[in-house]
Structure formats: structure tokens, C-alpha cells
């Protein structure tokens, strides 16, 4: 199940929808772990069984394989000349991290153009 919230950036905080925490059967959960990334957070029971982990596995696992999708495709546009600075972008990334991108389809050379214009944007 996905939700959209709008985020009210003048406040402080945020409200998740109890509808989403009775779907997802965390309505009742008194401790959750919330990790946050760079531009995601996932919201876990603390002491999730097992059945809760692997549900959690399969989640994450079918967003990961769109978000490849959709990163290779955005990623061939930009593909063709090396971009000089597409070495920098990528150096917080293992090599066996860059060899899975390459081994589902994102082509590195438009990649690390596309992150070199966002950041330029930024």
C-alpha cells in the first residue's frame, strides 16, 4: 500500500496516517524503529517477528527493483561522453555496489552525468 503525505514545511512535525499503521498492522506497536536515509525512512516494529521481517523484506525488495528500473531508464538519456566529474560522484559507492547497477541495466557514464546536473541544480 503506498500514501502520499503532503508535508506542511512551515511545521515541525508530521503525522502518519493511522489508517497506514492499521494496514501495515503496527496500530498496537508500543516501540518502532524509524531509519532514515537521504531522502527515505522506513518505520519497522522494534521487535518485529519474523513473519513482519520477511513481509518487510519483500517490501523493500519490490521497491528496489522499480527504483533500479526507473534509475535505468533515466539513466540512458543522459549516456554518451563521459562527464569528467562522474568519478566524484560515485566515490561513496563500493565497486560491488556499481557493478550491480551496471549488471541491471543503469548505464554509469549517464548516471554519474544525471547526479553531476543535480547537484549543479542544488
Same mark, same amino acid.
Do not use: W
Given at each position: 500500500?503506498k500514501f502520499t503525505l %503532503?508535508?506542511? #514545511?512551515?511545521?515541525?512535525?508530521?503525522?502518519?496516517?493511522?489508517?497506514? @499503521?492499521q494496514l501495515s498492522g503496527?496500530?498496537?506497536?508500543?516501540?518502532?524503529?524509524? =531509519?532514515?536515509?537521504?531522502? %527515505?525512512?522506513?518505520?519497522? =516494529?522494534?521487535?518485529?517477528?519474523?513473519?513482519? $521481517?520477511?513481509?518487510?523484506?519483500?517490501?523493500?525488495?519490490?521497491?528496489?527493483?522499480?527504483? !533500479?528500473?526507473?534509475?535505468?531508464?533515466?539513466?540512458?538519456?543522459?549516456?554518451?561522453?563521459? %562527464?569528467?566529474?562522474?568519478?566524484? !560522484?560515485? $566515490?561513496?559507492?563500493?565497486?560491488?555496489? @556499481?557493478?550491480?547497477?551496471?549488471? %541491471?541495466?543503469?548505464?554509469?557514464?549517464?548516471?554519474?552525468?544525471?547526479? #553531476?546536473?543535480?547537484?549543479?541544480?542544488?
Open positions: 500500500m %503532503c508535508h506542511d #514545511t512551515s511545521k515541525k512535525t508530521l503525522a502518519i496516517p493511522r489508517a497506514a @499503521l503496527l496500530e498496537d506497536a508500543e516501540r518502532l524503529t524509524l =531509519r532514515a536515509g537521504h531522502g %527515505c525512512v522506513v518505520l519497522t =516494529r522494534q521487535e518485529g517477528a519474523a513473519r513482519e $521481517r520477511l513481509e518487510t523484506i519483500r517490501l523493500l525488495h519490490d521497491l528496489n527493483v522499480g527504483m !533500479v528500473v526507473r534509475l535505468a531508464l533515466d539513466s540512458r538519456p543522459s549516456s554518451g561522453m563521459p %562527464c569528467k566529474r562522474a568519478s566524484e !560522484v560515485f $566515490r561513496s559507492y563500493d565497486a560491488e555496489f @556499481l557493478d550491480m547497477l551496471e549488471h %541491471c541495466g543503469v548505464d554509469l557514464f549517464g548516471l554519474g552525468a544525471l547526479l #553531476t546536473r543535480e547537484e549543479d541544480a542544488e
